[in-house]
């Protein structure tokens, strides 16, 4: 997963929308949970952001350079789901260099 070290290069910041409490973003919980130390560790000074409302629709949202902005819709998708939907965001930020 060598894409995981790349958010820094291909994107200027990473937002994560989610409920605190509602089952549509308990999956995003859990990959909160499980990936944020690791991606943290690999891009230290990359801005990821967690911002938590009551009631949203859970989202991940990528910016680039320009303010170019991609997001993807959360709910109903795994951790699994959640993690290859961020190293899509990464690499098509590889692709918006060139």
């Given amino acids: 997963?060598?894409?995981?070290?790349?958010?820094?290069?291909?994107?200027k910041e990473l937002r994560i929308l989610l409920c605190q409490s509602s089952p549509a973003s308990s999956a995003t919980r859990v990959?909160?949970?499980?990936?944020?130390k690791d991606l943290k560790i690999l891009n230290p000074k990359f801005?990821?952001?967690?911002?938590?409302?009551?009631?949203?629709?859970?989202?991940?949202?990528?910016?680039?350079?320009?303010?170019v902005e991609r997001g993807l819709r959360l709910e109903g998708l795994t951790?699994?789901?959640i993690l290859k939907g961020l190293e899509d965001l990464v690499k098509a930020g590889a692709t918006l260099k060139a």
Wanted: glycine content about 8%; hydrophobic content about 40%; proline content about 5%.
């Fill in 31 to 36: 990959f909160v949970e499980k990936n944020y």
């Fill in 79 to 81: 951790e699994a789901q």
């Fill in 47 to 67: 801005p990821i952001l967690i911002r938590e409302c009551n009631g949203i629709e859970p989202q991940l949202w990528a910016r680039y350079d320009m303010g």
């Fill in 1 to 11: 997963m060598a894409w995981r070290g790349q958010l820094s290069r291909n994107m």
